[in-house]
T-cell receptor
């Protein structure tokens, strides 16, 4: 079965600094990959997705992610973090033949220092 | 605007009581899902439905039940058999195509009295 690992439970960055959130997946073929963001007490909002093609994908709110097949990774990046980016971030994968289900990582809580 | 509506936002359950969480979508999506979220554990799939009148168990279905009588509705019942029901519950929907993401509601927080 596929799995997703987000190795950083908490990350703190200063406003204006760059950000990289790590995501590694375990699956034999290329999965469909997603990043979601969740504010406290709210649902999840899709930031970006990767299915095929260009390995660098652009999302909303200035986020981007790069798919690296050799490293089984799909790390999320932002060049300059804003205080409003403080939230929890989830990486998720979907595999063909898996009933259209998502498997989520355990999330990374981002704190932004002013 | 299309979206997913979960109600109520907060719900309290007494011991031995069944409670039902509502999820309605007007996105015309075929598939719907229920997740449970606990701190530090991410989201875990409870049940999902790809089409009306059909649903499958997810990873943690014990103590829960669902129905899918209408395309737009996918209610979740937390039964008294679920011994640790305190959690944040999220409903999602998506088209059946694999290359389409899931869209989420704003969740229901269930607590035990």
């Amino acid at each position: 079965a596929q799995s997703v690992t987000q190795p950083d439970i908490h990350i703190t960055v200063s406003e204006g600094a760059s950000l990289e959130l790590r995501c590694n997946y375990s699956y034999g073929a290329t999965p469909y990959l997603f990043w979601y963001v969740q504010s406290p007490g709210q649902g999840l909002q899709l930031l970006l997705k990767y299915f095929s093609g260009d390995t660098l994908v652009q999302g909303i709110k200035g986020f981007e992610a790069e798919f690296k097949r050799s490293q089984s990774s799909f790390n999320l990046r932002k060049p300059s973090v804003h205080w409003s980016d403080a939230a929890e971030y989830f990486c998720a994968v979907k595999v063909t033949g898996g009933g259209n289900k998502l498997t989520f990582g355990t999330g990374t809580q981002l704190k932004v220092e002013l | 605007d299309g979206g997913i509506t979960q109600s109520p936002k907060y719900l309290f359950r007494k011991e031995g009581q069944n409670v039902t969480l509502s999820c309605e979508q007007n996105l015309n999506h075929d598939a719907m899902y229920w997740y449970r979220q606990d701190p530090g554990q991410g989201l875990r799939l409870i049940y999902y439905s790809q089409i009306v009148n059909d649903f499958q168990k997810g990873d943690i279905a014990e103590g829960y039940s669902v129905s899918r009588e209408k395309k737009e509705s996918f209610p979740l019942t937390v039964t008294s058999a679920q011994k640790n029901p305190t959690a944040f519950y999220l409903c999602a929907s998506s088209p059946r195509d694999y290359n389409q993401p899931q869209h989420f509601g704003d969740g229901t927080r269930l607590s035990i009295l």
